[in-house]
């Protein structure tokens, strides 16, 4: 007796191979509609995620700058901001040491900018280089006035944060096109060249 010739016991059927089942078109359908479902629902959750971030990140500055005037008006101590594009890190620096060299501040974390960048900067309306900059707050003269526009990296939105020369608590707001730290506005850069003025 052979191999392929083997006996079938009673009651024993030889072994077939299972039909192949494929998805029917009703069944491919109810799965592409719950995909749909799902990716509507989670899209817009994740998409204003960054916005979120941005908006964090715009809060962490406007925290960083109100230290730094609680600082600068509580103390002896000379303190500057500090910014590089390279490590998208904003510092709030403090004169330390035999020689007075600029440190990073112990008692305040630096800031990350995560999902936003640095989009313009001034003191006291001076335009600096947004790519690297520093700002000292002298303490024999009067404090200058800082404005810092961050945009998102999505490109959604934009915040402005301010601290005024005499005062120890940062403003943010939404950042709107041509309106100068004095709240004038330049219509030509909010686009509207034609309006009277």
């Given amino acids: 007796m052979t191999r392929r010739e083997r006996p079938v016991r009673a009651g024993c059927s030889p072994k077939r191979s299972a039909p192949r089942r494929a998805f029917s078109i009703i069944e491919l ?7 749909a479902v799902l990716a509507a629902a989670t899209l817009p959750r994740l998409i204003s995620m960054t916005g979120r971030q941005g ?7 406007a925290e960083l700058l109100s230290i730094a005037g609680r600082r600068d008006d509580a103390t002896s101590q000379r303190v500057a901001l500090d910014y590089d594009r390279d490590r998208s890190t904003i510092r709030l620096l403090t004169r330390r040491g035999d020689r007075g060299d600029w440190l990073p501040d112990l008692f305040s974390p630096p800031v990350e900018l995560t999902g936003s960048r640095v989009e313009s900067v001034q003191s006291d309306g001076v335009e600096l280089d947004a790519a690297h900059w520093r700002i000292e707050f002298p303490q024999v003269t009067r404090r200058p006035t800082v404005t810092i526009v961050l945009a998102d990296d999505s490109g959604k939105g934009s915040w402005r944060i301010s601290l005024a020369s005499g005062s120890t608590r940062a403003t943010m707001g939404a950042a709107t096109a041509g309106v100068a730290a004095d709240g004038s506005v330049d219509l030509d850069a909010a686009g509207r060249e034609e309006d009277p003025w």
């Fill in 29 to 35: 359908i109810v799965v592409m509609v719950i995909l």
């Fill in 55 to 61: 908006r964090a990140d715009a809060e962490a500055v």
